[in-house]
């Protein structure tokens, strides 16, 4: 990564952790810091979907993951009395060892039937949820503890999320600093080496192993990596919301995930994120509009496919990227 | 579970064979249409499942309220439906496969009309379960075999539609141009079918496939607006068993998937919900060994 993009993240830093809650208290809208932090959390999930689209998967099945992993978080925090901030990688773990079990076979799928194959793998996670004894069926859990602190050689890094005055601004600060650092190594990832190697595979696959590219060893770890992403997004989420049942993320949910790339556009590591926020704040605004809520929502969206087929950021370097991204 | 005896078994078999068909019948319908779209148009259809509830409440409404003929109500329904679909591909989603760069962008289109047919039937309809009078009264008995008249006479119209369906794509034009235009669209452009014109009837045959079995299935199970996203998914696994793209594999698929399920359902009952969830893991296990179901082409 340059030095200017490094600026650039430590503005973005300092904008979202500064000047927003500046904002929000000169206008009294605390509530935004709950929309914000699913916006960023939100984001890291639908990050993960954009980097299996990279490698020329079109997933609809992050949804799995997300509650996976927040179930995961949410058994180790409430049965097991692990501190919350190390499960949260455990879960991203989990998410990924479990990916690459079922990743195995079903990345061996193209196209559509990849796409109808992960849609499934939604339905499956919610079934599993309603029918394992551990995770409580269709009750679920609830009255999940808030994230402890973090104390390293007796200084406190983090404090202790139940008894601060406002945790959901913490959570905020905590999910901003996450999708950051994910975005950066997903910038790094997909700028480096590997990141060539899954273009060659967005491509042409037959062709990407016929000059010795290992293909299905890189898919898999693509897979891994974007579960992961999603696995810790749910985690989060989970910890916020304090309670997980096995609706906590559906197949719409999965859709939006792939609606945000889609928005965002597909040739954009950032695009996630303009999707996201886009999005969910679109569908937020407009509940004011009441039962038209929806109708107006996929109005819009439906209007904007036809103008920018290729996602919104396209509208920023469209002559450069028409042949270069896609080919 | 108690272990049957001989004549119960025959018995339970028999039944269990009979509800599956009945099943079948209706999915195979349902999974027609979406491979349809998806060999013409390379577009996976995710708002078939809204368009079967469209169909529904238009049968619910024209037959359970106004109180038309059955029959009339379910052309009806396959008459609207045909109009939006055809609207749909003209106006929606032809432009947007054109401009695109990646043939992806349909499957947000899908998604987002998806949304929008759930929110007009909300909208119109509201959001309680609906259900119309029985079309047949009474119930066929026997030593081995009970099935309301009604499930009957529903599952013989789906087994000739299926038929019909089938001979319209074996042997009139616009079947033959579609069928042409999903081998090769180029070839089938080159030797003077009207691509456009046929892509719009096939997803309007589609869409009417969807809106009749939706008019069908009111009659007995009723229909909510909330059903339109497992119905899709339902019609995925479809699909997927018998391959994108081919008629004979949606038919398999329908079939086998209403098979599974009723077996499942009088097999499996005594453990919980978990019929879905074995056939789930079951089909993941068959993908694995056949990615591309029972007939579908060997590309992604």
Same mark, same amino acid.
């Given at each position: 990564?340059?030095?200017?993009?490094?600026?650039?993240?430590?503005?973005?830093?300092?904008?979202?952790?500064?000047?927003?809650?500046?904002?929000?208290?000169?206008?009294?809208?605390?509530?935004?810091? +709950?929309?914000?932090?699913?916006?960023?959390?939100? #984001?890291?999930?639908?990050?993960?979907?954009?980097?299996?689209?990279?490698?020329?998967?079109?997933?609809?099945?992050?949804?799995? !993951? #997300?509650?996976?992993?927040? +179930?995961?978080?949410?058994?180790?925090?409430?049965?097991?009395?692990?501190?919350? @901030? /190390?499960?949260?990688?455990?879960?991203?773990?989990?998410?990924?060892?479990?990916?690459?079990?079922?990743?195995?076979?079903?990345?061996?799928?193209?196209?559509? +039937?990849?796409?109808?194959?992960?849609?499934?793998?939604?339905?499956?996670?919610?079934?599993?949820?309603?029918?394992?004894?551990?995770?409580?069926?269709?009750?679920? %859990?609830?009255?999940?503890?808030?994230?402890?602190?973090?104390?390293?050689?007796?200084?406190?890094?983090?404090?202790?999320?139940?008894? /601060?005055?406002?945790?959901?601004?913490?959570?905020?600060?905590?999910?901003?600093?996450?999708?950051?650092?994910?975005?950066?190594?997903?910038?790094?990832?997909?700028?480096?080496?590997?990141?060539?190697?899954?273009?060659?595979?967005?491509?042409?696959?037959?062709?990407?192993?016929?000059?010795?590219?290992?293909?299905?060893?890189?898919?898999?770890?693509?897979?891994?990596?974007?579960?992961?992403?999603?696995?810790?997004?749910?985690?989060?989420?989970? #910890?916020?919301?304090?309670?997980?049942?096995?609706?906590?993320?559906?197949?719409?949910?999965?859709?939006?995930?792939?609606?945000?790339?889609?928005?965002?556009?597909?040739?954009?590591?950032?695009?996630?994120?303009?999707?996201?926020?886009?999005?969910?704040?679109?569908?937020?605004?407009?509940?004011?509009?009441?039962?038209?809520?929806?109708?107006? *929502?996929?109005?819009?969206?439906?209007?904007?496919?036809?103008?920018?087929?290729?996602?919104?950021?396209?509208?920023?370097?469209?002559?450069?990227?028409?042949?270069?991204?896609?080919? | 579970?108690?272990?049957?005896?001989?004549?119960?078994?025959?018995?339970?078999?028999?039944?269990?064979?009979?509800?599956?068909?009945?099943?079948?019948?209706? !999915?195979?319908?349902?999974?027609?249409?979406?491979?349809?779209?998806?060999?013409?148009?390379?577009?996976?259809?995710?708002?078939?499942?809204?368009?079967?509830?469209?169909?529904?409440?238009?049968?619910?409404?024209? !037959?359970?309220?106004?109180?038309?003929?059955?029959?009339?109500?379910?052309?009806?329904?396959?008459?609207?439906?045909?109009?939006?679909?055809?609207?749909?591909?003209? *106006?929606?989603?032809?432009?947007?496969?054109?401009?695109?760069?990646?043939?992806?962008?349909? $499957?947000?289109?899908?998604?987002?009309?998806?949304?929008?047919?759930?929110?007009?039937?909300?909208?119109?309809?509201?959001?309680?379960?609906?259900?119309?009078?029985?079309?047949?009264?009474? &119930?066929?008995?026997?030593?081995?075999?009970?099935?309301?008249?009604?499930?009957?006479?529903?599952?013989?119209?789906?087994?000739?539609?299926?038929?019909?369906?089938?001979?319209?794509?074996? !042997?009139?034009?616009?079947?033959?141009?579609?069928?042409?235009?999903?081998?090769?669209?180029?070839?089938?452009?080159?030797?003077?079918?009207?691509?456009?014109?046929?892509?719009?009837?096939?997803?309007?045959?589609?869409?009417?496939?969807?809106? &009749?079995?939706?008019?069908?299935?009111?009659?007995?199970?009723?229909?909510?607006?909330?059903?339109?996203?497992?119905?899709?998914?339902?019609?995925?696994?479809?699909?997927?068993?018998?391959?994108?793209?081919?008629?004979?594999?949606?038919?398999?698929?329908?079939?086998?998937?209403?098979?599974?399920?009723?077996?499942?359902?009088?097999?499996?009952?005594?453990?919980?919900?978990?019929?879905? %969830?074995?056939?789930?893991?079951?089909? $993941?296990? *068959?993908?694995?060994?056949?990615?591309?179901?029972?007939?579908?082409?060997? @590309?992604?």
């Amino acid at each position: 990564m340059t030095m200017s993009k490094l600026i650039w993240a430590l503005v973005f830093l300092a904008l979202s952790l500064v000047a927003v809650p500046w904002m929000i208290v000169a206008t009294g809208r605390s509530d935004l810091y +709950y929309t914000l932090t699913a916006v960023a959390l939100l #984001a890291i999930a639908s990050g993960g979907v954009w980097l299996t689209f990279y490698i020329g998967r079109i997933n609809i099945g992050q949804a799995a !993951y #997300a509650l996976l992993g927040g +179930y995961v978080s949410t058994i180790l925090v409430v049965h097991y009395g692990v501190p919350f @901030w /190390l499960t949260l990688p455990l879960a991203g773990l989990f998410c990924a060892g479990a990916s690459v079990l079922i990743g195995f076979p079903i990345l061996r799928l193209r196209g559509v +039937y990849f796409a109808m194959v992960t849609l499934v793998l939604t339905e499956v996670a919610r079934l599993l949820a309603l029918a394992l004894p551990v995770t409580n069926g269709a009750k679920g %859990l609830v009255n999940i503890p808030l994230p402890g602190p973090i104390a390293l050689f007796g200084i406190e890094l983090l404090p202790d999320f139940a008894e /601060l005055a406002n945790p959901r601004r913490a959570f905020y600060f905590a999910a901003v600093v996450l999708m950051v650092v994910c975005y950066a190594a997903l910038y790094r990832l997909v700028h480096s080496r590997i990141g060539r190697l899954c273009l060659s595979l967005q491509q042409n696959e037959e062709l990407a192993s016929s000059i010795g590219v290992n293909v299905a060893y890189l898919r898999l770890v693509i897979y891994a990596i974007s579960s992961f992403l999603g696995g810790i997004a749910g985690a989060m989420f989970i #910890a916020i919301s304090q309670s997980i049942y096995p609706s906590s993320f559906t197949i719409a949910d999965s859709i939006n995930f792939m609606l945000n790339c889609f928005l965002g556009g597909l040739g954009y590591v950032l695009g996630p994120i303009l999707g996201t926020f886009l999005l969910y704040f679109g569908w937020d605004l407009l509940f004011k509009a009441g039962q038209f809520q929806l109708l107006i *929502f996929s109005s819009v969206l439906i209007a904007l496919m036809l103008t920018l087929p290729n996602g919104l950021l396209s509208l920023r370097l469209w002559k450069q990227t028409e042949r270069t991204v896609d080919g | 579970m108690v272990q049957p005896t001989s004549p119960q078994l025959v018995s339970f078999m028999a039944q269990v064979i009979a509800n599956g068909l009945y099943l079948g019948a209706q !999915y195979a319908l349902i999974a027609l249409g979406l491979t349809l779209i998806f060999a013409l148009m390379n577009v996976l259809n995710f708002a078939h499942g809204q368009m079967y509830v469209l169909g529904g409440f238009i049968t619910y409404y024209v !037959y359970g309220q106004l109180g038309f003929p059955f029959a009339l109500a379910l052309l009806a329904s396959g008459a609207t439906l045909a109009a939006t679909g055809g609207l749909i591909e003209k *106006f929606l989603f032809r432009p947007v496969i054109r401009r695109s760069i990646r043939e992806e962008s349909t $499957m947000l289109l899908a998604a987002a009309v998806a949304f929008f047919l759930d929110a007009m039937v909300l909208l119109l309809f509201g959001e309680k379960q609906r259900g119309v009078p029985k079309i047949v009264n009474g &119930v066929f008995l026997s030593d081995t075999l009970i099935m309301p008249y009604d499930r009957m006479l529903i599952g013989a119209v789906a087994i000739i539609m299926i038929v019909v369906f089938m001979l319209f794509m074996q !042997y009139s034009k616009p079947g033959r141009a579609m069928r042409a235009l999903a081998q090769d669209r180029v070839a089938a452009q080159l030797m003077g079918v009207r691509v456009d014109r046929y892509s719009m009837i096939g997803f309007a045959l589609g869409a009417m496939l969807a809106g &009749v079995v939706g008019g069908l299935l009111v009659a007995i199970t009723g229909v909510n607006s909330g059903i339109g996203g497992p119905i899709s998914v339902k019609a995925f696994m479809m699909v997927m068993i018998g391959g994108a793209g081919v008629v004979g594999g949606a038919i398999a698929g329908g079939f086998i998937l209403g098979m599974l399920e009723s077996v499942g359902l009088s097999v499996l009952h005594a453990y919980g919900d978990i019929t879905y %969830l074995v056939i789930f893991a079951a089909l $993941m296990v *068959f993908l694995s060994i056949r990615p591309n179901g029972l007939m579908g082409k060997p @590309w992604g």
